[in-house]
């Protein structure tokens, strides 16, 4: 498959001319030209958000475009999110760090498209070549005549600005994001309202992830048909897939979505570390559930997935071979995700550390049988308890570990010789 987002012609950086050059500019052309017609091919297209949740695209789109203006608050906002801070996901710093004129311009066709005025280019301030890229990228288009263009069918001037984030894991969850744009910490809140609907500034906000809007500009200029015969089967598009762990070349790998568990581990990964058998894979991330050999002809992609009891999430695949941990890497993981709470919620705040303390005693060969037994109410307990998905993260990744390798637990606290 030829690559779309990870294409070498589309890496150039801050190089607004290379990038027109290659066809840059022609999705937002076609989007100036028919600006009615950008959310139904985005529905045609079947793009969907690719940062996590997957949901469709242009339902988000058409919900802030039928608001109208915040006179306030700066009209409308779009938020590029790009906070990235989970494990083993790494596909938006290359994205922003190496393609930013397609991430810019997927966000000045969303603002064509819900008619908004300021675009917040959210970044992790860590990443601090994705930041120089923004920044350059930024001043580039502001001083291009098609800004100019979208700013007379907005009816305003449209302003980009780059926000660099807190930094922390829960930045990234959409309310939180809102309010650290604004220069606030990032507190998730309770929903409804939406940010659609009471966003930045109390004006009508769209949130989506870099990957997600960087398919945009290529959907305007090739067509929804196009986009849809890249997938697989059922899937649509394309997907970045973050691969690391005990594989050959771990790295990120653009593949058609729907692409297998297989091909993506042992054909575009080179297989496993020498003298290591699969064992099993964290999908999407480490707030999801954990996959094993049973499941390697499994189709990555949104509805698949979900049938295996998993989800795709951010499209970052973690691989664990014979020989690791499961317990180990799972108590890694909620100590993560205890580690970054907010701290607003108690039974988050309370409930992973708690988790994590009883996963490192057994881990370290302290535990008691009634431990197991206290993770198993964890699990039952903290679902659906916090603002945002953090807690929900950690409990779904321990029930999988507990569920799938139930044994490894008992070993480790004496159960069964």
């Known amino acids: 498959m030829?690559?779309?987002?990870?294409?070498?012609?589309?890496?150039?950086?801050a190089d607004l001319p290379a990038w027109l050059a290659v066809g840059g500019g022609e999705g937002l052309r076609n989007a100036l030209a028919e600006p009615d017609a950008v959310i139904p091919t985005i529905e045609e297209a079947g793009l969907r958000g690719l940062g996590g949740a997957g949901f469709p695209t242009h339902r988000k789109w058409a919900a802030v475009a039928a608001q109208p203006p915040h006179a306030e608050g700066g009209g409308k906002w779009i938020v590029c999110n790009g906070n990235e801070d989970e494990p083993g996901t790494f596909k938006d710093r290359f994205l922003l760090s190496r393609t930013p004129h397609q991430v810019i311009e997927g966000a000045l066709i969303a603002a064509v498209a819900v008619r908004a005025t300021n675009i917040a280019l959210y970044v992790n301030p860590r990443e601090d070549q994705s930041v120089v890229a923004l920044r350059l990228s930024s001043l580039a288009w502001s001083a291009h005549p098609l800004l100019d263009e979208v700013?007379?069918?907005?009816?305003?001037?449209?302003?980009?600005?780059?926000?660099?984030?807190?930094?922390?894991?829960?930045?990234?969850?959409?309310?939180?994001?809102?309010?650290?744009?604004?220069?606030?910490?990032?507190?998730?809140?309770?929903?409804?309202?939406?940010?659609?609907?009471?966003?930045?500034?109390?004006?009508p906000t769209l949130l989506n992830n870099v990957e997600t809007l960087s398919h945009v500009p290529h959907i305007l200029r090739h067509g929804a048909q196009w986009y849809r015969d890249l997938g697989l089967g059922d899937a649509v598009g394309t997907k970045l897939y973050s691969l690391s762990g005990d594989v050959l070349r771990p790295g990120l790998h653009e593949l058609p979505m729907g692409t297998s568990l297989r091909e993506l581990v042992f054909e575009h990964g080179g297989g496993m570390l020498a003298g290591k058998g699969f064992k099993a894979v964290f999908t999407g991330g480490p707030s999801n559930t954990l996959l094993t050999d049973r499941d390697l002809d499994v189709a990555l992609d949104f509805e698949s997935l979900v049938a295996r009891g998993s989800r795709l999430g951010t499209g970052a695949m973690i691989v664990v071979g014979e020989g690791t941990s499961?317990?180990?890497?799972?108590?890694?993981?909620v100590g993560f995700f205890a580690a970054n709470s907010c701290g607003q919620c108690p039974s988050c705040k309370i409930g992973t550390r708690q988790v994590s303390r009883l996963l490192e005693r057994i881990d370290a060969g302290a535990g008691h049988p009634a431990d197991l037994e206290a993770l198993e109410n964890f699990t039952r307990m903290l679902p659906g308890s916090g603002r945002c998905g953090l807690v929900d993260g950690a409990a779904t990744v321990l029930a999988s570990s507990l569920a799938t390798f139930r044994s490894e637990y008992e070993r480790a606290v004496g159960i069964g010789g």
Request: hydrophobic share 40%.
């Open 2 to 13: 030829t690559p779309v987002l990870t294409a070498p012609e589309v890496q150039v950086v």
């Open 326 to 333: 499961i317990l180990r890497k799972t108590a890694e993981y």
């Open 151 to 203: 700013s007379a069918l907005v009816g305003a001037p449209v302003r980009l600005h780059v926000r660099e984030s807190s930094g922390l894991y829960v930045g990234g969850e959409e309310t939180a994001a809102v309010a650290n744009v604004m220069g606030g910490f990032p507190f998730p809140t309770l929903k409804p309202p939406y940010p659609a609907e009471r966003g930045v500034h109390g004006a």
